[in-house]
């Protein structure tokens, strides 16, 4: 069974830092792009962040470019989501996707989430 | 960036109705758009990918038209776990990856 499941959310004040990890089972991780996208309280879905199957291509949504960086292990087969600088408007729950196999690819499957809040 | 309009915000129907959803594309997308159910406190599932190809084990009832910059999901009968939000998403013009901001079906 494919299964992604995200950790490393948490409270965190304004300009701090946390990072995300996103384990995967079930697949050849090494053969996927993955892809970070976030929905803060009661809103929509917003795509963050995409990296390449061998980590060295990454795309940003320009509300997270110069703070937030995405990485992966294939040897650990985990994701990851460095997030600096953190604001109040980057309150949301995250969550881990995988690209599917070809160049126009959609999201499947989605992990369960890690809610991360920005407050002091 | 491919903006992502959905249609209505809010769609109220009874259970054995038919639904329909739109989407539409700020550019043209040509069949690269996927439609996502979430239900609350889950995470979103495919349902619809290439615009008309249901995923794995999602029911007929499901169905997705539409290329270029149109779209439309029909729900042909409503069932009780069919009520949710749905989200369109656009992976033709990419960076980003575009969601619209999703149509919530609730019970009439």
């Known amino acids: 069974e494919v299964q992604l499941v995200e950790s490393g959310g948490g409270l965190v004040q304004p300009g701090g830092s946390l990072r995300l990890s996103c384990a995967a089972s079930?697949?050849?991780?090494?053969?996927?792009?993955m892809h970070w996208v976030r929905q803060a309280p009661g809103k929509g879905l917003v795509w963050v962040s995409r990296?390449?199957?061998?980590?060295?291509?990454?795309s940003y949504a320009d509300s997270v470019k110069g703070r937030f960086t995405i990485s992966r292990d294939n040897a650990k087969n985990t994701l990851y989501l460095q997030m600096n600088s953190l604001r109040d408007e980057d309150t949301a729950v995250y969550y881990c996707?995988?690209?599917?196999?070809?160049?126009?690819?959609?999201?499947?499957?989605w992990g369960q989430g890690t809610l991360v809040t920005v407050s002091s | 960036e491919t903006v992502m309009t959905q249609s209505p915000a809010t769609l109220s129907v009874s259970p054995g109705e038919r639904a329909t959803l739109s989407c539409r594309a700020s550019?043209?997308?040509?069949?690269?758009l996927a439609w996502y159910q979430q239900k609350p406190g889950q995470a979103p599932r495919l349902l619809i990918y290439?615009?008309?190809t249901r995923a794995t084990g999602i029911p007929a009832r499901f169905s997705g038209s539409g290329s270029g910059t149109e779209f439309t999901l029909t729900i042909s009968s409503l069932q009780s776990e069919d009520f949710a939000v749905y989200y369109c998403?656009?992976?033709?013009?990419?960076?980003?990856?575009?969601f619209g901001q999703g149509t919530k079906v609730e019970i009439k």
């Open positions: 996707v995988r690209h599917t196999s070809s160049w126009y690819g959609w999201f499947d499957p």
């Open positions: 079930g697949f050849t991780f090494s053969s996927y792009w």
């Open positions: 990296v390449n199957s061998g980590g060295s291509s990454t």
């Open positions: 550019q043209s997308v040509s069949s690269n």
């Open positions: 290439g615009a008309s």
């Open positions: 998403q656009q992976y033709n013009n990419w960076p980003p990856w575009t």
